[in-house]
């Protein structure tokens, strides 16, 4: 093989060498390093549909254990029976117990559709009562933070005849009030979390914790109590007293009298009232806890014998109603006269201690604590 043919065939072996090399390379590393792109690839974005996944079961999730926070138990039975001691509980605060019977009814599950699983616990409520009596439990019964219903309310009146009523007393009579009531016991999903509202710590909240007042959103606040007010003010189950005969007497002659008009400037201008005139000889002495819930107590500075006065939640006081009593003071929501441009009603915070007139209104950057708690038990 002379110098020429050696030079060839070592070309042809190096020709080969790299085509086998790279061939190799190709195979072994090159291709194997896409095909681990692509599956990165692949994983990344199954990764991101099991993340949307997974966040929107964690906000069902969410929105279930919401629904099951306005429960009173996962049991049906023990749920059943604290809904009648709550229920007998509300109706004893309000006066209703004259003749009262209140039954448990056979509990009723839905077998299909969109409730399927749930279950209704109803109470049959007997009882005999005023109407004002029933719209101040109806305001109660609403507003409690656990899921409620009123399926059936009828009323009868039991009328007495003039002649039988002790003179000079009430003309409303008593009504015989027929309720039905319901609550819902919603079923357990697997590996989730199933927490319950605590009855228990919201009828008999320990002293010694913050007092935070919940209530559900069914009734607005003010709105709507105002026009429940309506219902009793227009009762229509009070007994009818007719006027009294007009006694025909015999007709005097005319006298004629010369009217003498008041010139403008003698006519007595309205005075304004001030209702906080004496604000500054009002103390928000203490707070304190009764079986129907918180109280306030006022004293007067310039009264130091007399004993302080006591107010509830929903109370008029100063110039608005009270709606909030936490352990460092009280909130008064108050709201502007009717007359001139309608104007929004404002929360005032009153410090324990202090006089009516060191009262603030409440502000969220400087009583975030107090805003919270307002919007619970306002709803706003």
């Not at 029933?134 to 002649?163: G, I, M, P």
């Amino acid at each position: 093989m002379n110098q020429r043919e050696r030079v060839l065939a070592s070309c042809v072996a190096g020709v080969i060498v790299v085509s086998g090399g790279y061939a190799l390379i190709k195979s072994q590393v090159y291709e194997p390093g896409e095909k681990l792109k692509a599956d990165i690839a692949s994983a990344r974005e199954y990764r991101g549909k099991l993340e949307v996944r997974l966040n929107g079961s964690e906000k069902i999730t969410r929105g279930w254990q919401e629904q099951t926070g306005q429960t009173l138990d996962q049991e049906w039975f023990a749920a059943h029976q604290a809904f009648r001691e709550d229920v007998s509980l509300l109706l004893k605060r309000n006066n209703l117990t004259a003749g009262l019977k209140i039954n448990k009814h056979k509990e009723r599950t839905d077998k299909k559709g969109p409730r399927e699983g749930f279950v209704e616990l109803p109470l049959s409520v007997r009882v005999n009562g005023q109407l004002g009596d029933l719209d101040n439990f109806l305001k109660d019964f609403f507003q409690r933070a656990y899921l409620v219903r009123l399926d059936k309310l009828q009323l009868s009146a039991e009328h007495t005849s003039k002649s039988k009523r002790k003179k000079g007393g009430s003309t409303e009579p008593q009504l015989g009030i027929t309720m039905t009531l319901s609550t819902l016991v919603l079923p357990k999903v697997a590996d989730v979390d199933h927490p319950t509202f605590d009855l228990a710590a919201f009828n008999h909240p320990d002293p010694e914790a913050e007092l935070v007042l919940a209530a559900a959103p069914r009734l607005r606040w003010q709105e709507d109590m105002d026009r429940y007010g309506e219902i009793v003010e227009k009762n229509i189950f009070e007994n009818y007293e007719p006027p009294p005969p007009k006694v025909k007497t015999a007709p005097r002659p005319k006298e004629v009298v010369k009217k003498t008009e008041p010139k403008t400037e003698d006519k007595p201008k309205p005075v304004p009232v001030d209702l906080r005139r004496d604000a500054g000889k009002f103390v928000l002495s203490g707070m304190g806890r009764l079986d129907d819930g918180p109280i306030a107590y006022v004293t007067r500075s310039d009264q130091p014998a007399e004993p302080p006065t006591l107010y509830r939640l929903n109370d008029d006081i100063d110039d608005g109603r009270l709606v909030l009593i936490v352990p460092r003071g009280i909130v008064v929501r108050a709201t502007p006269p009717a007359r001139g441009a309608r104007q929004p009603a404002k929360n005032y915070f009153y410090p324990l201690g202090a006089t009516f007139a060191e009262r603030e209104e409440v502000d969220a950057s400087v009583h975030p604590e107090l805003e919270r708690q307002l919007r619970v038990v306002l709803r706003q």
